[in-house]
């Protein structure tokens, strides 16, 4: 194997701080991992660390590998590793340590270990992490598709599976049509519910209803909360995967049902919500923030797209020296996951 390998570096907010840097390639220690990376997949967060910063350590000691969601094969395992063995294909967990349960911190210190920043992340040919970080790759999936999972398909699942007990026959609406998003949809019509997809992109709602999306509504065209009020008679929606956050949040606590449950999970809109008391109060809507998910539920996850041959959906794939393609393409609004393939 060899003893030299390519990996991204960020020592700073800006794209043009950012190197593809020659490191050596890492040796597992005790409970360690090493990876031989397949592939890693981009998030909106992944941008907002490179153009603004976001997440990056104070003071920055070192440059931060960035990205979260890697595929891989262990190539080696250091001493009292017992969850995998060489020739394992796995994939990360994006908040290391949160095994099941609760999560980690306190109400004065939350937890903010992510990989990709403020920890080290995975767009490198090779990779180290602890073997509580990682779980089985989906035996059905290849690599470039396995590495979508950890964040976006997780953060859907937990909304709405995890957390939000979907029930078949439920409505489900999902705004927009990135990673959670159309990972939300594909789960909710898993559990048979009816899915309402919002967009401004007449293509892309074409494409949603193609995979199984009930509606697509053009919040360019209409008001997507009258529209909800119409496709369900008045209802409401019982599930809403909030992915715009800010001042957005009213209009899903309006299109929300009577005990309907709003995850928030964007910040395109801003880092601070805001929303109508009275729609909140009257209709006793549960709205609840997810940090993605813990490592239990990712691999419920897997044993569920294994079990019903579940595709994600990807976009578009870039080779590794065209990262900063990548992240342009995340800018111009994916559809589904944006994926660089590393090995």
Same mark, same amino acid.
């Given at each position: 194997?060899?003893?030299t ?15 593809l ?9 005790p ?30 000691t070192e ?6 969601d ?9 001493p ?14 994006f ?10 911190g ?37 690599g ?7 964040c976006?398909?997780?953060?859907a ?20 049509t ?5 990972? &939300?949809?594909? /789960?909710? *019509?898993?559990?048979?519910a009816?899915?309402?997809? %919002? @967009? +401004?992109?007449?293509?892309?709602? #074409? $494409? ?6 009930h ?13 909800v ?19 957005h ?7 929300a049902?009577? &005990?309907g449950? /709003?995850? *928030?999970?964007?910040?395109i809109?801003?880092?601070? %919500? @805001? +929303?109508?008391?009275?729609?909140? #109060? $009257? ?8 940090q993605?998910?813990h ?5 419920d ?8 041959g579940?595709?994600?959906?990807v ?9 900063a393609e990548?992240?342009d ?13 590393i090995?």
């Open positions: 194997m060899t003893t390998m390519k990996r991204w570096a960020l020592s700073g907010a800006g794209r043009e701080i950012l190197k840097v020659e490191a050596e390639v890492p040796t597992p220690g409970g360690e991992i090493l990876i031989k990376a397949a592939a890693a997949s981009l998030n909106y967060r992944d941008k907002l660390l490179v153009d603004l910063g976001f997440g990056l350590p104070t003071p920055l440059p931060v590998t960035p990205l979260s890697l595929s891989g094969t262990v190539v080696a395992v250091g009292d590793v017992t969850r995998f063995s060489a020739g394992d294909r796995v994939i990360s967990t908040l290391p340590g949160w095994i099941d349960g609760d999560d980690l306190t109400a004065r210190n939350p937890n903010d270990r992510n990989l990709g920043a403020p920890m080290q992340g995975v767009l490198a040919e090779y990779v180290v992490l602890h073997e509580d970080w990682a779980v089985h790759a989906p035996s059905k999936l290849t470039l598709q396995s590495s979508t999972l950890p976006a398909a997780l953060t699942w937990t909304a709405l599976v995890e957390r939000g007990k979907l029930r078949a026959g439920q409505t489900v609406v999902v705004i927009g990135g990673g959670v998003s159309i990972f &939300g949809m594909q /789960i909710a *019509l898993l559990h048979g009816k899915v309402i997809v %919002v @967009s +401004g992109d007449d293509e892309k709602l #074409a $494409r949603a209803k193609e995979l199984g999306a509606h697509g509504i053009n919040r360019q065209k209409e008001d997507w909360v009258e529209a009020y119409r496709l369900t008679n008045d209802h409401g929606a019982d599930h809403i995967l909030e992915t715009v956050g800010g001042t949040l009213d209009k899903s606590l309006r299109a049902a009577v &005990g449950r /709003i995850s *928030l999970i964007g910040v809109d801003g880092f601070e %919500v @805001s +929303g109508g008391f009275v729609a909140f #109060a $009257r209709k006793r809507v549960i709205v609840e923030g997810i993605v998910g490592r239990r539920a990712l691999e996850l897997v044993a569920a797209f294994d079990l019903y579940v595709t994600p959906v976009d578009a794939v870039y080779k590794m020296a065209d990262f990548a992240l393409h995340l800018d111009r609004g994916p559809f589904g996951k944006v994926v660089v393939e090995g």
